[in-house]
């Protein structure tokens, strides 16, 4: 039933930002960038609420106050699908994530996520996806805050799989402080019974990584090193 739910509550929720979209074109028309950037940041941090309250999801943040007053590269892991919604509602910042390609041909999502900065990666072809860090490291260079998950994938609560090492140049090439963050139980809204049901999850923000407190060899390890510190 809340399967049916979600759905429906879904699809009327996505018509609704058609209106927000509009003021969105017009606040961009006008070049009046703070402000659309602020405004995108409140719709879709509100979406990503509105989603957990919609799916019966209680969720607990610990650790915000480990985040730095700057920009930052927050390193997740993946659990399922409702980890997006979940960092978007329940982390400060206006921030993008690296997405799966495929998402950028789904409609009206996929107009948010240009907006608020996402980038799409194409796994399939290595070119696009060097293109995509070097694309990420000029947008954490200017300011911008992302999120990416190293796993590539969901683990659907099957642990924690290995960290793709090329995500993390986007820290250690913008000279970005990294902030290691572990989701616990999403799994269980969706990917546990193939069914939306309600669940406590936890999200926990960990203290950042700074660039320059880091060695030439703990820069080549520091996938492995994020990832030991979202597991523990």
């Excluded at 892991?77 to 979940?86: E, F, M, R, S």
């Excluded at 694309?135 to 642990?159: A, W, Y």
Aim: hydrophobic letters at 40%; one cysteine or more; proline letters at 5%.
């Amino acid at each position: 039933m809340r399967t049916v739910f979600f759905k429906i509550y879904l699809a009327l929720y996505m018509l609704e930002t058609l209106v927000y979209a509009l003021k969105v074109r017009i606040l961009d028309k006008r070049g009046k960038e703070e402000e659309k950037k602020a405004y995108v940041d409140k719709i879709t941090s509100n979406w990503g609420r509105d989603m957990m309250w919609a799916v019966g999801g209680k969720v607990e943040v610990i650790g915000v106050h480990n985040i730095p007053d700057r920009n930052v590269l927050y390193v997740s892991n993946h659990v399922g699908n409702a980890d997006i919604p979940l960092l978007l509602g329940y982390l400060p910042k206006p921030k993008g994530f690296i997405a799966k390609i495929e998402l950028k041909k789904v409609p009206i999502i996929s107009f948010w996520m240009k907006q608020i900065g996402c980038l799409f990666i194409d796994r399939s072809s290595i070119r696009q996806s060097m293109d995509m860090i070097l694309e990420g490291i000029e947008m954490l260079k200017n300011g911008n805050t992302l999120v990416v998950f190293p796993e590539g994938t969901r683990s659907k609560g099957q642990g924690i799989g290995e960290f793709k090492k090329g995500s993390l140049q986007l820290a250690v090439k913008s000279g970005v402080p990294v902030v290691p963050v572990t989701i616990y139980d999403s799994h269980k809204i969706y990917e546990e019974h193939n069914a939306i049901k309600p669940a406590k999850i936890k999200i926990v923000v960990h203290p950042p990584i700074y660039m320059e407190d880091l060695s030439k060899d703990e820069k080549k390890d520091l996938a492995e090193i994020v990832r030991n510190v979202i597991m523990a």
